[in-house]
T-cell receptor
Framework: DAGVIQSPRHEVTEMGQEVTLRCKPISGHDYLFWYRQTMMRGLELLIYFNNNVPIDDSGMPEDRFSAKMPNASFSTLKIQPSEPRDSAVYFC??????????????FGNGTRLTVT | GQQVMQIPQYQHVQEGEDFTTYCNSSTTLSNIQWYKQRPGGHPVFLIQLVKSGEVKKQKRLTFQFGEAKKNSSLHITATQTTDVGTYFCGNAGGTSYGKLTFGQGTILTVHP
Protein backbone atom coordinates (compact mmCIF):
# COMPACT_ATOMS: atom_id res chain seq x y z
CA ASP A 1 0.00 0.00 0.00
CA ALA A 2 1.46 3.34 -1.05
CA GLY A 3 -0.23 5.25 1.72
CA VAL A 4 -1.78 8.69 1.37
CA ILE A 5 -0.04 10.59 -1.40
CA GLN A 6 0.16 14.36 -1.42
CA SER A 7 1.58 16.70 -4.00
CA PRO A 8 3.51 18.85 -4.25
CA ARG A 9 5.78 18.34 -1.21
CA HIS A 10 6.81 21.97 -1.26
CA GLU A 11 5.14 25.00 -2.79
CA VAL A 12 6.49 28.52 -2.83
CA THR A 13 4.27 31.17 -4.31
CA GLU A 14 3.69 34.88 -4.25
CA MET A 15 0.84 36.56 -2.50
CA GLY A 16 -2.24 36.72 -4.66
CA GLN A 17 -1.50 33.57 -6.62
CA GLU A 18 -3.74 30.54 -6.71
CA VAL A 19 -2.46 27.42 -4.97
CA THR A 20 -3.80 23.90 -5.46
CA LEU A 21 -2.83 21.06 -3.16
CA ARG A 22 -3.57 17.48 -4.15
CA CYS A 23 -4.26 14.29 -2.27
CA LYS A 24 -4.77 10.65 -3.16
CA PRO A 25 -6.20 8.69 -0.20
CA ILE A 26 -5.57 5.06 0.55
CA SER A 27 -7.69 2.86 -1.70
CA GLY A 28 -10.85 1.73 0.06
CA HIS A 29 -10.85 4.47 2.65
CA ASP A 30 -14.14 6.33 2.82
CA TYR A 31 -13.10 9.35 4.89
CA LEU A 32 -10.71 12.07 3.81
CA PHE A 33 -9.47 14.93 5.98
CA TRP A 34 -7.54 18.13 5.32
CA TYR A 35 -5.50 19.56 8.20
CA ARG A 36 -3.29 22.61 8.48
CA GLN A 37 -0.34 22.72 10.88
CA THR A 38 1.40 25.82 12.19
CA MET A 39 3.46 26.45 15.30
CA MET A 40 0.91 28.91 16.60
CA ARG A 41 -2.29 26.96 15.98
CA GLY A 42 -1.12 23.36 15.94
CA LEU A 43 -3.05 20.83 13.85
CA GLU A 44 -6.31 22.33 12.67
CA LEU A 45 -9.01 20.34 10.91
CA LEU A 46 -10.11 22.30 7.86
CA ILE A 47 -12.65 20.00 6.23
CA TYR A 48 -13.50 16.35 5.91
CA PHE A 49 -15.34 14.20 3.40
CA ASN A 50 -17.25 10.97 3.64
CA ASN A 51 -17.78 9.03 0.43
CA ASN A 52 -16.67 12.13 -1.52
CA VAL A 53 -19.26 14.36 0.16
CA PRO A 54 -18.10 17.26 2.35
CA ILE A 55 -19.40 16.67 5.87
CA ASP A 56 -17.95 19.52 7.90
CA ASP A 57 -16.12 22.53 6.51
CA SER A 58 -16.40 24.68 9.62
CA GLY A 59 -12.63 24.76 9.94
CA MET A 60 -12.08 26.36 6.56
CA PRO A 61 -10.61 29.77 7.35
CA GLU A 62 -12.48 31.85 4.83
CA ASP A 63 -13.88 31.97 1.34
CA ARG A 64 -10.42 31.96 -0.15
CA PHE A 65 -10.21 28.28 0.74
CA SER A 66 -12.14 25.59 -1.13
CA ALA A 67 -11.89 21.81 -1.25
CA LYS A 68 -13.28 19.24 -3.62
CA MET A 69 -13.37 15.49 -3.89
CA PRO A 70 -14.55 14.60 -7.39
CA ASN A 71 -14.01 10.87 -6.84
CA ALA A 72 -12.91 8.39 -4.22
CA SER A 73 -9.26 8.58 -5.20
CA PHE A 74 -8.62 12.31 -5.46
CA SER A 75 -9.11 15.51 -3.52
CA THR A 76 -7.89 19.08 -3.89
CA LEU A 77 -7.54 22.01 -1.54
CA LYS A 78 -7.40 25.35 -3.31
CA ILE A 79 -6.42 28.74 -1.96
CA GLN A 80 -7.29 31.73 -4.12
CA PRO A 81 -5.87 34.29 -3.64
CA SER A 82 -3.10 33.13 -1.33
CA GLU A 83 -1.76 35.29 1.50
CA PRO A 84 1.44 35.08 3.60
CA ARG A 85 -0.58 33.98 6.63
CA ASP A 86 -1.58 30.84 4.70
CA SER A 87 2.01 29.60 5.01
CA ALA A 88 1.84 26.26 6.81
CA VAL A 89 2.11 22.53 6.32
CA TYR A 90 -1.08 21.07 4.91
CA PHE A 91 -1.79 17.43 5.63
CA CYS A 92 -4.27 15.13 3.99
CA UNK A 93 -5.39 12.04 5.90
CA UNK A 94 -7.74 9.17 5.20
CA UNK A 95 -9.46 6.47 7.22
CA UNK A 96 -11.86 3.57 6.94
CA UNK A 97 -15.06 4.10 8.91
CA UNK A 98 -16.09 0.46 9.13
CA UNK A 99 -12.97 -0.28 11.13
CA UNK A 100 -14.12 2.10 13.91
CA UNK A 101 -13.27 2.36 16.73
CA UNK A 102 -9.93 0.98 15.77
CA UNK A 103 -9.47 2.77 12.47
CA UNK A 104 -6.85 5.46 12.78
CA UNK A 105 -6.11 8.32 10.46
CA UNK A 106 -3.37 7.74 7.94
CA PHE A 107 -1.58 10.95 7.10
CA GLY A 108 0.24 11.90 3.94
CA ASN A 109 3.69 13.48 4.04
CA GLY A 110 2.18 16.94 3.80
CA THR A 111 2.67 19.96 1.56
CA ARG A 112 4.80 22.77 2.95
CA LEU A 113 3.34 25.99 1.58
CA THR A 114 5.24 29.25 1.68
CA VAL A 115 3.52 32.41 0.48
CA THR A 116 5.81 35.40 0.06
CA GLY B 1 -14.84 16.33 18.54
CA GLN B 2 -14.56 18.00 21.89
CA GLN B 3 -11.72 20.39 22.65
CA VAL B 4 -8.73 18.78 24.35
CA MET B 5 -5.90 20.61 26.09
CA GLN B 6 -2.47 19.09 26.22
CA ILE B 7 0.34 19.77 28.69
CA PRO B 8 3.19 20.43 28.82
CA GLN B 9 3.85 22.20 25.55
CA TYR B 10 7.56 21.36 25.69
CA GLN B 11 9.59 18.78 27.60
CA HIS B 12 13.33 18.41 27.58
CA VAL B 13 14.78 15.28 29.18
CA GLN B 14 18.06 13.48 29.44
CA GLU B 15 18.19 10.12 27.79
CA GLY B 16 17.04 7.51 30.25
CA GLU B 17 14.65 9.80 32.10
CA ASP B 18 10.91 9.25 32.05
CA PHE B 19 8.43 11.47 30.23
CA THR B 20 4.71 12.08 30.60
CA THR B 21 2.26 14.17 28.60
CA TYR B 22 -1.32 14.84 29.63
CA CYS B 23 -4.48 15.42 27.68
CA ASN B 24 -7.42 17.06 29.46
CA SER B 25 -10.98 17.91 28.61
CA SER B 26 -13.76 19.71 30.46
CA THR B 27 -16.29 17.28 29.00
CA THR B 28 -16.48 13.51 28.81
CA LEU B 29 -14.59 12.13 25.85
CA SER B 30 -15.85 9.25 23.76
CA ASN B 31 -12.33 8.14 22.95
CA ILE B 32 -8.72 9.30 22.72
CA GLN B 33 -6.24 8.68 19.96
CA TRP B 34 -2.51 9.30 20.36
CA TYR B 35 -0.18 10.16 17.51
CA LYS B 36 3.54 10.79 17.20
CA GLN B 37 5.11 13.18 14.72
CA ARG B 38 8.84 13.02 14.16
CA PRO B 39 10.58 16.30 13.25
CA GLY B 40 9.82 17.05 9.60
CA GLY B 41 7.42 14.12 9.41
CA HIS B 42 3.72 13.47 9.57
CA PRO B 43 1.56 12.27 12.48
CA VAL B 44 1.58 8.52 12.92
CA PHE B 45 -1.09 6.69 14.89
CA LEU B 46 0.07 5.10 18.13
CA ILE B 47 -3.04 3.89 19.93
CA GLN B 48 -6.70 4.47 20.71
CA LEU B 49 -8.37 4.31 24.13
CA VAL B 50 -12.10 3.88 24.43
CA LYS B 51 -12.98 2.43 27.85
CA SER B 52 -13.02 4.23 31.18
CA GLY B 53 -9.84 3.51 33.13
CA GLU B 54 -8.26 1.74 30.19
CA VAL B 55 -4.50 1.17 30.28
CA LYS B 56 -2.53 -0.01 27.27
CA LYS B 57 1.19 -0.59 26.86
CA GLN B 58 3.47 -0.58 23.87
CA LYS B 59 6.98 -1.53 24.99
CA ARG B 60 8.18 1.54 26.96
CA LEU B 61 4.97 3.52 26.30
CA THR B 62 2.01 3.38 28.67
CA PHE B 63 -1.32 4.98 27.75
CA GLN B 64 -4.10 5.65 30.23
CA PHE B 65 -7.67 6.85 29.94
CA GLY B 66 -9.11 8.40 33.07
CA GLU B 67 -11.98 6.86 34.99
CA ALA B 68 -14.18 9.82 34.16
CA LYS B 69 -13.01 9.79 30.54
CA LYS B 70 -11.97 13.44 30.80
CA ASN B 71 -8.25 12.95 30.71
CA SER B 72 -5.56 10.74 29.29
CA SER B 73 -1.83 10.36 29.62
CA LEU B 74 1.11 8.97 27.72
CA HIS B 75 4.11 7.89 29.76
CA ILE B 76 7.45 6.88 28.29
CA THR B 77 9.84 4.96 30.53
CA ALA B 78 13.58 5.46 30.07
CA THR B 79 13.44 7.75 27.05
CA GLN B 80 15.69 7.18 24.07
CA THR B 81 16.77 9.60 21.35
CA THR B 82 14.37 7.83 19.00
CA ASP B 83 11.48 9.11 21.14
CA VAL B 84 12.10 12.68 19.96
CA GLY B 85 9.07 14.27 18.34
CA THR B 86 5.68 15.79 19.03
CA TYR B 87 3.02 13.73 20.72
CA PHE B 88 -0.59 14.59 19.99
CA CYS B 89 -3.79 13.46 21.58
CA GLY B 90 -6.94 13.63 19.52
CA ASN B 91 -10.61 13.14 20.13
CA ALA B 92 -12.92 11.77 17.50
CA GLY B 93 -16.63 12.34 17.44
CA GLY B 94 -17.78 9.07 19.01
CA THR B 95 -21.01 8.03 17.36
CA SER B 96 -20.65 11.01 15.03
CA TYR B 97 -17.47 9.55 13.68
CA GLY B 98 -15.13 11.71 11.71
CA LYS B 99 -14.25 14.99 13.30
CA LEU B 100 -10.92 14.21 14.93
CA THR B 101 -9.58 17.31 16.65
CA PHE B 102 -6.14 17.45 18.23
CA GLY B 103 -4.57 19.02 21.25
CA GLN B 104 -1.64 21.39 20.76
CA GLY B 105 0.86 18.59 21.21
CA THR B 106 3.87 18.11 23.47
CA ILE B 107 7.28 18.55 21.88
CA LEU B 108 9.77 16.12 23.40
CA THR B 109 13.50 16.58 23.06
CA VAL B 110 15.89 13.98 24.42
CA HIS B 111 19.48 14.90 25.19
CA PRO B 112 21.95 12.01 24.83
Amino acid sequence: DAGVIQSPRHEVTEMGQEVTLRCKPISGHDYLFWYRQTMMRGLELLIYFNNNVPIDDSGMPEDRFSAKMPNASFSTLKIQPSEPRDSAVYFCASSFRAGWPNSPLHFGNGTRLTVT
Amino acid sequence: GQQVMQIPQYQHVQEGEDFTTYCNSSTTLSNIQWYKQRPGGHPVFLIQLVKSGEVKKQKRLTFQFGEAKKNSSLHITATQTTDVGTYFCGNAGGTSYGKLTFGQGTILTVHP
